[in-house]
């Protein structure tokens, strides 16, 4: 099992729809998460971070934590083509605090 | 501030050719890193150094060796390029009280 999994899609969503990438990770003790953004040919960019149970908003943008179910995701909404990117899930692990990421999820958003 | 830089910016190798990929950053950050990242498999840790003076192995070490020069510069240096080692460098920083970590550009390294 890998230490963090994301769908590689690609995920493919209409203009101003809601985009819902999904991630989900095995070690229990981790605390903290990311979401980056990656543009082709550029490098990962933070969108949120998120340490809490629950919910967090900034923008457009939510970020939800279940450390129960260890899943953690991030939704887009009104998503714009500008928002075409590959999205990194990433967790924080080991006491060196090494952050670990998933294979990334590729959005596209349709004019 | 121009942030974490990376120079080269693309370079191509001939197998068993050596090289350092350079890496600098001005915020006065104690942690730095450097992952590979590869089509399908995101980015890979191969050494990191949690502050000035240390160096550690990450992920996947095997064919690389790293120098903290100082707080502001960590290089990566590969003694005899394999075919295996094509792939997109990417450096960071973290400063010690937050764990975000901060990316450069990237170096695009290809081994013939």
């Known amino acids: 099992q890998k230490e963090v999994e994301q769908n590689s899609g690609p995920l493919s969503v209409p203009e101003g729809a809601i985009a819902s990438l999904n991630c989900t990770y095995s070690?229990?003790?981790?605390?903290?998460f990311f979401w980056y953004r990656q543009y082709s040919g550029k490098s990962p960019e933070l969108i949120m971070f998120?340490?809490?149970?629950g919910d967090k908003e900034d923008g457009r943008f939510t970020a939800q934590l279940n450390k129960a179910s260890q899943y953690v995701s991030l939704l887009i909404r009104d998503s714009q083509p500008s928002d075409s990117a590959t999205y990194l899930c990433a967790v924080i692990r080991g006491s060196a605090r090494q952050l670990t990421f998933g294979s990334g999820t590729q959005l596209t958003v349709l004019p | 501030n121009a942030g974490v830089t990376q120079t080269p910016k693309f370079q191509v190798l001939k197998t068993g050719q050596s090289m350092t990929l350079q890496c600098a950053q001005d915020?006065?950050?104690?942690?730095m890193y450097w992952y590979r990242q590869d089509p399908g498999m995101g980015l890979r840790l191969i050494y990191y150094s949690a502050s000035e003076g240390t160096t550690d192995k990450g992920e996947v070490p095997n064919g690389y060796n790293v120098s903290r020069l100082n707080k502001r510069e960590f290089s990566l240096r590969l003694e005899s390029a394999a075919p295996s080692q094509t792939s997109v460098y990417f450096c960071?920083?973290?400063?010690?009280?937050?764990?975000?970590?901060?990316f450069g550009p990237g170096t695009r390294l290809l081994v013939l």
């Open positions: 070690d229990r003790g981790s605390q903290s």
């Open positions: 915020m006065n950050h104690n942690s």
């Open positions: 960071a920083s973290r400063v010690g009280a937050q764990e975000t970590q901060y």
């Open positions: 998120i340490y809490s149970n």
